[in-house]
């Protein structure tokens, strides 16, 4: 029996990854400062916050957890790229992964970011295309890997890190561009937006999930991109929603300016993925919206 525990459980990525644990095989437990979450059999809910050092080695020796999901970070939308929160995260990573190690655990999986990377106009290839992230967040999440790496080596556990490229779907959080974008078009205020030009890979957040989830149960060590290897421009998925909401009038492309840094293209090359774990996504991108924009 695997003992799961999952940090940042009540997140937008950790919620869908919590439901897609299998319960036959797992004990499943999750830590969020509240020690509460959403209702579901077979999960174990602790209050710590691990932006407390002195409180995660307690909690890692209570649990003595053999798996370790890592999802718990800052990520409030506008906001998380240069917040000094950030360091925080670092050092909780940090001695989470000393502490698993320290108690036994077997298998670590953190998810990391594509921020990470110094993208180009080619897909974003592990272990070839530069780490060298332009925010605060990016540098942090970089460094947490090399952390995990070292706690790896001393303890001898497998390690893993996923990189998500850009997920959306439900439970996004309000403020990121496809949830604003549909409020928007519901209340038939404009939207002024960038040119729309630049290049994403954007991922369904259950199929993310699968993804994370078959990693942390999975023997491969290393870094996996998590995305789905196809480039679609922003301004694609804008019109998208506009035009199924019979708003194409709304969008106000140009208005304002791309954010300092910002990417042109920003997108997964998922060989590794496909070769060492043989996974695909299950979703395309006009199946998901549909979902969005049905409340499916």
Known sequence: MKRVLVTGPSGFIGTHCLRRLPRDDCEIHAVNRSGRGEPGAGVTWHAVDLRD?????PLIAKIRPTHLLHGAWVATPGLYGHSPENFAWLKSTIALADAFGTHGGARFLGIGSSAEYDPDKRPCVEDETPIRPATIYGKCKAASWLAVQAAAQRHGFSAAWGRPFL?????DPPKRLIPSVLAAL????????????QQRDFIYA???ADLLVGLLLADEAGAFNIGTGRATTVRAVV????SHCGRPD?????????????PAVLVADMSKVGKRLA???QTDLHQGLDCIIDGT
């Open 53 to 57: 050092a002195d409180q995660i080695l």
């Open 167 to 171: 997920p959306y779907g439900p439970g």
């Open 186 to 197: 519901r209340t038939g205020q404009p939207i002024p937006t960038t040119h729309g030009q």
């Open 206 to 208: 259950p199929d993310a």
């Open 239 to 242: 019109e998208y929603l506009a």
């Open 250 to 262: 709304l969008p106000q492309f140009g208005a304002i300016a791309m954010a300092p840094g910002e």
């Open 279 to 281: 996974w695909s996504p």
